[in-house]
């Protein structure tokens, strides 16, 4: 099991989720942000921090987000688990699923 990044960090990523995460396992798209579900512990320290609950347990997944377990897993088929997102900065690109959805509209205050 682990964390994942849903729908509402697309064209949003706040990034207080960076900070929480003890282990550095939050990497940067272009879009969004990706939890490696291999790196994460399940400490749950970012869920709360984000201001948009883009956030979710793998298992309290709502219906329609659910695709998202697939695209955090499969946005590391090409880099891995290189063990820190830090160290390997805003990766480039997205998880296919992403990168083809129409622009997200956030509330101004939020953006
Ligand atoms: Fe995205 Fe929320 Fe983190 S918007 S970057 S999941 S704090
Ligand atoms: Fe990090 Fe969140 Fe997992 S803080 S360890 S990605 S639950």
Same mark, same amino acid.
């Given at each position: 099991? !682990?964390?994942?990044?849903?729908?509402?960090?697309?064209?949003?990523?706040?990034? /207080?989720?960076?900070?929480?995460?003890? #282990?550095?396992? *939050?990497?940067? $798209?272009?879009?969004?942000?990706?939890?490696?579900?291999?790196?994460? *512990?399940?400490?749950?320290?970012?869920?709360?921090?984000?201001? #948009?609950?883009?956030? &979710?347990?793998?298992?309290?997944?709502?219906?329609?987000?659910?695709? &998202? !377990?697939?695209?955090?897993? $499969? &946005? &590391?088929?090409?880099?891995?688990?290189?063990?820190?997102?830090?160290? #390997?900065?805003? #990766?480039?690109?997205?998880?296919?699923?992403?990168?083809?959805?129409?622009?997200?509209?956030?509330?101004?205050?939020? /953006?």
């Amino acid at each position: 099991m !682990t964390y994942v990044i849903a729908l509402p960090c697309v064209d949003l990523m706040d990034k /207080a989720c960076v900070d929480e995460c003890p #282990v550095d396992c *939050i990497y940067e $798209g272009e879009r969004m942000l990706y939890i490696q579900p291999d790196e994460c *512990i399940d400490c749950g320290g970012c869920e709360p921090v984000c201001p #948009v609950e883009a956030i &979710f347990y793998e298992d309290d997944l709502p219906a329609g987000l659910d695709a &998202f !377990t697939a695209v955090n897993a $499969g &946005f &590391f088929s090409a880099i891995g688990s290189p063990g820190g997102a830090s160290r #390997v900065g805003p #990766v480039g690109g997205d998880h296919a699923f992403v990168a083809a959805l129409p622009p997200q509209v956030h509330d101004a205050a939020l /953006a």
